[in-house]
T-cell receptor
Framework: NAGVTQTPKFQVLKTGQSMTLQCAQDMNHNSMYWYRQDPGMGLRLIYY???????DKGEVPNGYNVSRLNKREFSLRLESAAPSQTSVYFC?????????????FGSGTRLTVV | QQQVKQSPQSLIVQKGGIPIINCAYENTAFDYFPWYQQFPGKGPALLIA?????SEKKEGRFTISFNKSAKQFSLHIMDSQPGDSATYFCAATGGSNYKLTFGKGTLLTVNP
Protein backbone atom coordinates (compact mmCIF):
# COMPACT_ATOMS: atom_id res chain seq x y z
CA ASN A 1 0.00 0.00 0.00
CA ALA A 2 1.28 3.47 -0.87
CA GLY A 3 2.05 5.72 2.04
CA VAL A 4 4.57 6.70 4.69
CA THR A 5 6.39 3.96 6.56
CA GLN A 6 8.09 4.60 9.89
CA THR A 7 10.44 2.30 11.76
CA PRO A 8 10.62 1.27 14.51
CA LYS A 9 7.10 1.47 15.92
CA PHE A 10 8.28 1.35 19.53
CA GLN A 11 11.64 2.04 21.18
CA VAL A 12 12.97 2.39 24.71
CA LEU A 13 16.27 4.20 25.17
CA LYS A 14 18.42 4.96 28.14
CA THR A 15 19.40 8.57 28.75
CA GLY A 16 22.43 9.42 26.63
CA GLN A 17 21.90 6.71 24.03
CA SER A 18 21.53 7.58 20.38
CA MET A 19 19.16 6.30 17.74
CA THR A 20 17.80 7.07 14.30
CA LEU A 21 14.13 7.04 13.39
CA GLN A 22 13.55 6.00 9.81
CA CYS A 23 10.89 7.30 7.43
CA ALA A 24 10.23 6.37 3.83
CA GLN A 25 7.47 7.38 1.42
CA ASP A 26 6.59 5.82 -1.91
CA MET A 27 4.34 8.56 -3.30
CA ASN A 28 7.11 10.50 -5.05
CA HIS A 29 6.47 13.45 -2.73
CA ASN A 30 8.94 16.30 -2.62
CA SER A 31 8.47 17.55 0.95
CA MET A 32 8.88 15.58 4.16
CA TYR A 33 8.37 16.54 7.78
CA TRP A 34 9.05 15.28 11.29
CA TYR A 35 6.59 16.13 14.08
CA ARG A 36 6.46 15.14 17.72
CA GLN A 37 3.20 14.67 19.59
CA ASP A 38 2.92 15.14 23.33
CA PRO A 39 -0.24 15.04 25.46
CA GLY A 40 -2.00 18.39 25.42
CA MET A 41 0.57 19.90 23.06
CA GLY A 42 -0.70 18.90 19.66
CA LEU A 43 1.88 18.17 16.98
CA ARG A 44 4.99 20.31 16.84
CA LEU A 45 7.31 20.50 13.85
CA ILE A 46 10.88 19.37 14.52
CA TYR A 47 12.50 19.55 11.08
CA TYR A 48 11.35 19.53 7.51
CA UNK A 49 12.76 19.02 4.05
CA UNK A 50 11.05 21.04 1.36
CA UNK A 51 12.84 19.10 -1.36
CA UNK A 52 15.61 16.56 -1.78
CA UNK A 53 18.90 18.06 -0.62
CA UNK A 54 17.41 20.67 1.71
CA UNK A 55 16.53 20.59 5.39
CA ASP A 56 15.31 23.31 7.76
CA LYS A 57 14.53 23.67 11.44
CA GLY A 58 10.99 23.72 12.68
CA GLU A 59 9.55 24.81 16.01
CA VAL A 60 11.41 22.39 18.31
CA PRO A 61 14.71 21.30 16.66
CA ASN A 62 17.00 21.21 19.69
CA GLY A 63 18.46 17.77 20.37
CA TYR A 64 17.67 16.44 16.91
CA ASN A 65 19.34 16.14 13.52
CA VAL A 66 17.91 15.03 10.21
CA SER A 67 19.10 13.61 6.93
CA ARG A 68 17.24 13.64 3.65
CA LEU A 69 18.94 10.58 2.24
CA ASN A 70 17.13 10.69 -1.09
CA LYS A 71 13.70 11.67 -2.32
CA ARG A 72 12.06 8.74 -0.52
CA GLU A 73 13.80 8.76 2.85
CA PHE A 74 14.01 11.29 5.68
CA SER A 75 15.60 10.18 8.95
CA LEU A 76 15.56 11.79 12.40
CA ARG A 77 18.50 11.26 14.75
CA LEU A 78 18.73 11.71 18.48
CA GLU A 79 22.42 11.98 19.33
CA SER A 80 22.08 11.87 23.12
CA ALA A 81 18.55 11.01 24.19
CA ALA A 82 16.98 12.82 27.13
CA PRO A 83 13.77 12.02 29.05
CA SER A 84 12.23 15.20 27.60
CA GLN A 85 12.38 13.51 24.20
CA THR A 86 9.91 10.86 25.29
CA SER A 87 7.15 11.34 22.74
CA VAL A 88 5.38 9.94 19.72
CA TYR A 89 7.15 10.92 16.52
CA PHE A 90 5.33 11.26 13.22
CA CYS A 91 6.79 11.57 9.78
CA UNK A 92 4.73 13.12 7.00
CA UNK A 93 5.15 13.83 3.32
CA UNK A 94 3.49 16.21 0.89
CA UNK A 95 3.37 16.32 -2.87
CA UNK A 96 3.28 19.37 -5.12
CA UNK A 97 0.11 21.31 -5.72
CA UNK A 98 -1.81 20.21 -2.67
CA UNK A 99 -0.99 22.85 -0.06
CA UNK A 100 -1.87 21.47 3.33
CA UNK A 101 -4.27 19.08 1.72
CA UNK A 102 -1.51 16.81 0.49
CA UNK A 103 -0.05 15.74 3.86
CA UNK A 104 0.18 11.99 4.49
CA PHE A 105 1.30 10.87 7.94
CA GLY A 106 2.97 7.66 9.00
CA SER A 107 1.67 5.61 11.91
CA GLY A 108 4.27 6.95 14.33
CA THR A 109 7.18 5.83 16.50
CA ARG A 110 6.53 5.73 20.23
CA LEU A 111 9.81 6.55 21.98
CA THR A 112 10.44 6.30 25.71
CA VAL A 113 13.68 7.61 27.22
CA VAL A 114 14.40 6.35 30.73
CA GLN B 1 3.75 31.76 20.79
CA GLN B 2 0.87 29.50 19.94
CA GLN B 3 -0.33 30.43 16.50
CA VAL B 4 -3.42 28.21 16.42
CA LYS B 5 -5.59 28.03 19.52
CA GLN B 6 -8.09 25.17 19.74
CA SER B 7 -10.96 24.60 22.14
CA PRO B 8 -12.32 22.71 23.95
CA GLN B 9 -9.65 20.23 25.04
CA SER B 10 -12.26 17.51 25.40
CA LEU B 11 -15.89 17.09 24.47
CA ILE B 12 -18.52 14.47 25.25
CA VAL B 13 -21.77 14.24 23.29
CA GLN B 14 -24.54 11.73 22.84
CA LYS B 15 -25.06 9.88 19.59
CA GLY B 16 -26.84 12.17 17.15
CA GLY B 17 -25.52 15.34 18.79
CA ILE B 18 -23.58 18.05 16.98
CA PRO B 19 -20.15 18.59 18.53
CA ILE B 20 -18.46 21.87 17.63
CA ILE B 21 -14.72 22.43 17.86
CA ASN B 22 -13.33 25.93 17.56
CA CYS B 23 -9.98 27.28 16.42
CA ALA B 24 -8.48 30.75 16.21
CA TYR B 25 -5.34 31.80 14.42
CA GLU B 26 -3.05 34.79 14.56
CA ASN B 27 -0.91 34.68 11.45
CA THR B 28 -2.65 36.43 8.56
CA ALA B 29 -0.29 34.69 6.11
CA PHE B 30 -2.13 31.41 6.70
CA ASP B 31 -4.16 30.55 3.64
CA TYR B 32 -5.28 26.96 4.10
CA PHE B 33 -6.99 25.40 7.09
CA PRO B 34 -7.24 21.59 7.31
CA TRP B 35 -8.74 19.45 10.03
CA TYR B 36 -7.24 16.11 10.95
CA GLN B 37 -8.78 13.13 12.70
CA GLN B 38 -6.63 10.79 14.75
CA PHE B 39 -7.60 7.43 16.24
CA PRO B 40 -5.52 5.89 19.06
CA GLY B 41 -2.27 4.38 17.80
CA LYS B 42 -2.64 5.92 14.35
CA GLY B 43 -1.26 8.93 12.55
CA PRO B 44 -3.48 11.95 11.83
CA ALA B 45 -5.58 11.68 8.68
CA LEU B 46 -6.99 14.59 6.70
CA LEU B 47 -10.70 15.05 7.28
CA ILE B 48 -11.67 18.28 5.53
CA ALA B 49 -10.02 21.58 4.64
CA UNK B 50 -11.00 25.11 3.68
CA UNK B 51 -9.51 28.19 2.08
CA UNK B 52 -10.27 31.66 3.48
CA UNK B 53 -12.15 32.75 0.35
CA UNK B 54 -15.19 30.67 1.36
CA SER B 55 -17.20 30.83 4.57
CA GLU B 56 -18.35 27.23 4.73
CA LYS B 57 -17.46 23.82 3.36
CA LYS B 58 -19.34 20.55 3.80
CA GLU B 59 -18.18 17.00 3.22
CA GLY B 60 -20.69 14.43 4.34
CA ARG B 61 -21.46 14.99 8.02
CA PHE B 62 -18.49 17.31 8.52
CA THR B 63 -18.73 21.08 8.05
CA ILE B 64 -16.12 23.80 8.44
CA SER B 65 -17.30 27.33 9.14
CA PHE B 66 -14.75 30.09 8.50
CA ASN B 67 -14.78 33.70 9.69
CA LYS B 68 -11.88 35.54 8.08
CA SER B 69 -12.42 38.87 9.84
CA ALA B 70 -12.41 37.20 13.26
CA LYS B 71 -9.61 34.80 12.26
CA GLN B 72 -11.64 31.87 13.52
CA PHE B 73 -12.84 28.59 12.09
CA SER B 74 -14.78 25.68 13.48
CA LEU B 75 -15.64 22.06 12.78
CA HIS B 76 -19.21 20.79 13.15
CA ILE B 77 -20.04 17.08 13.06
CA MET B 78 -23.66 16.45 12.19
CA ASP B 79 -25.48 13.35 13.52
CA SER B 80 -22.37 12.26 15.42
CA GLN B 81 -21.72 8.54 15.81
CA PRO B 82 -19.66 6.52 18.33
CA GLY B 83 -17.23 5.81 15.47
CA ASP B 84 -16.47 9.54 15.35
CA SER B 85 -14.82 9.27 18.77
CA ALA B 86 -11.25 10.42 18.13
CA THR B 87 -8.90 13.34 18.61
CA TYR B 88 -9.43 16.21 16.20
CA PHE B 89 -6.77 18.73 15.29
CA CYS B 90 -7.21 21.96 13.45
CA ALA B 91 -4.22 23.24 11.53
CA ALA B 92 -3.11 26.13 9.38
CA THR B 93 -0.53 26.58 6.68
CA GLY B 94 0.75 29.23 4.33
CA GLY B 95 3.87 30.14 2.45
CA SER B 96 6.01 28.16 0.07
CA ASN B 97 7.06 25.39 2.48
CA TYR B 98 3.50 24.51 3.53
CA LYS B 99 4.48 23.81 7.11
CA LEU B 100 1.45 22.81 9.13
CA THR B 101 0.88 24.53 12.47
CA PHE B 102 -1.45 22.48 14.64
CA GLY B 103 -3.85 23.29 17.43
CA LYS B 104 -3.46 21.25 20.62
CA GLY B 105 -6.28 18.89 19.79
CA THR B 106 -9.77 18.02 21.04
CA LEU B 107 -10.62 14.58 22.36
CA LEU B 108 -14.17 13.83 21.23
CA THR B 109 -16.22 11.07 22.83
CA VAL B 110 -19.58 10.17 21.32
CA ASN B 111 -21.62 8.03 23.67
CA PRO B 112 -24.07 5.48 22.23
Amino acid sequence: NAGVTQTPKFQVLKTGQSMTLQCAQDMNHNSMYWYRQDPGMGLRLIYYSASEGTTDKGEVPNGYNVSRLNKREFSLRLESAAPSQTSVYFCASRGLGGLGYGYTFGSGTRLTVV
Amino acid sequence: QQQVKQSPQSLIVQKGGIPIINCAYENTAFDYFPWYQQFPGKGPALLIAIRPDVSEKKEGRFTISFNKSAKQFSLHIMDSQPGDSATYFCAATGGSNYKLTFGKGTLLTVNP
